[in-house]
Structure formats: C-alpha cells, structure tokens
C-alpha cells in the first residue's frame, strides 16, 4: 500500500508540474504540450482516428507485430536456450553467435533485413524477433546454470530418466528466469518497436510518433509515447501477476 501510495504520489507531482510549466507559458507548445493538449488529441484520434486510419489500427498493428515477434521468440528460444543450457558441445556451437549480435544496435542490421526481405511486415516482425531473442535465450541459458545440481543428482538416484529430469527439476527451476527474460525482451523489443515503424509504414503507435515529429505535432507525439509505455507497464504487470500465480516456487529454496 505504502508504495502504491507513492507511485500515486510521484505521477501526480509530475504531472502538477507538467500542468503548470505549461499553462504558465514557460515553454513553447511546440516543444511541450500541455496535458489537456494531449487529452484533446487522445480525445480526438480515439474519435477520428489519425491519418484517416482508426486509433484501434493503430494500436492493432503495433500489438500484432509485437506479440508475433515475442511469441516467435519465445517459441525458439526457450528450447534453444535450455537447450544450450545443459549441452556444453551446443552452447559452444550456438552461444558465441548469439553473444556477436545481441550488442549490435537494431537499426544496424534494419537495413539488411530491408534488403533482404523487402519493406513488408517481414522485415518489422524479424526485426523485432532478434531483438526480443536474446535476452529470453540468456536468461534460459543461466536459468539452467542456476539449478542447484544436488538437485539433478538426487532425481536421477531415484530413477529418473532425462525426460522426467529436464521436466520436473530442469524446466520448472529454469522458469523464473524465464519469465524475467520474456519481461526484458518485452522491454527491449518496445524500445525497439519505434525504428521497426519508421521505415515505409502507414499505421501503428511508433508510426505515429515518427509521422507527428514531421510536422511538429508535439501533443500526437506525448500522447504516442504514453501510449508505448502504458502498454509497456501493462504487459510488463501481466507478467508479473502471471509470475507471482503460477511460478510460486521463484526464490524459495
């Protein structure tokens, strides 16, 4: 309660400060709209949509391109990177590759994908894949490292074979990290999903933010960006109450 009461308290001080800064004519409205500007804009594209595209495309498309990144992430990552986990011969074999690409900044490699798979949807979602790959396949990879190995030796004395080894002691006790590694890629692919809008789109809440900044439409900007990271707290928070109810074993010896 204490700390809801003071993230309550934080945002209200910002947003205070927001109102008056503004409404004082300290700064441009250009530069900084003020918060009922971008109310009225919120008001206004949720009612007529922007660029004679409806607000719910918008938002429709960024969210198919994100969560068909992560799920195809997770998809591949999770096995490959449990996988890696307790194969050395395999993480000799895949890890350094993946080690080469994840500090590569996305935009780098934005224009071979361009290149590669034209300027369609393909390009997007990969683009956002890889960004959203790393992290998940890290975090499986010391999922497995931090398995306590008395663990694997007490299963297999009792009989277990590697199938009921890697499903009851490996998988289970790899998850909490897992979970952590799909919130960071979910963190890594939004902050992602802006570059993946800007090159030959028409629709989507990063297109948005890059088509106002054309025509200094500061207030469709702001409201652009809470929207990303409203949805960034609310999927990120979804995880979370997914975490606490079904991996309650996290942090428990």
Not at 118 to 141: D, H, N, Q, R, W
Not at 190 to 204: D, I, K, P, Q, Y
Request: aromatic letters at 14%; glycine letters at 8%.
């Amino acid at each position: 309660m204490k700390k809801r009461s003071l993230t309550i308290s934080v945002w209200t001080f910002i947003l205070i400060i927001w109102f008056i800064v503004t409404n004082a004519g300290w700064v441009s409205p250009i530069l900084f709209p003020s918060p009922q500007e971008v109310f009225k804009t919120f008001v206004g594209i949720i009612t007529h949509g922007y660029n004679n595209i409806p607000f719910w495309e918008h938002l429709g498309i960024t969210l198919f391109r994100l969560f068909s990144a992560i799920v195809l992430a997770i998809l591949t990552a999770v096995p490959l990177g449990l996988l890696s986990g307790m194969s050395e011969t395999f993480n000799a074999i895949v890890d350094s590759l993946i080690q080469f690409y994840r500090p590569i900044p996305p935009l780098a490699y934005y224009t071979i994908l361009i290149l590669w798979l034209g300027i369609g949807e393909t390009s997007k979602i990969v683009l956002l894949y890889l960004a959203a790959f790393a992290p998940i396949y890290l975090a499986c990879v010391e999922g497995v490292k931090h398995i306590n190995s008395d663990y694997i030796l007490s299963a297999k004395s009792l009989g277990a074979n590697k199938w009921s080894v890697f499903k009851w002691v490996i998988f289970p006790g790899a998850l909490p990290d897992i979970f952590t590694g799909i919130r960071t890629a979910m963190g890594v692919s939004f902050s992602t999903l802006v570059a993946a809008e800007m090159v030959a789109s028409t629709s989507g809440i990063g297109w948005m933010v890059i088509d106002a900044s054309k025509y200094l439409k500061s207030s469709v900007m702001f409201l652009g960006i809470f929207i990303l990271g409203g949805l960034g707290l609310l999927l990120d928070f979804i995880l979370q109450k997914i975490e606490q109810k079904w991996i309650f074993w996290k942090g428990k010896s």
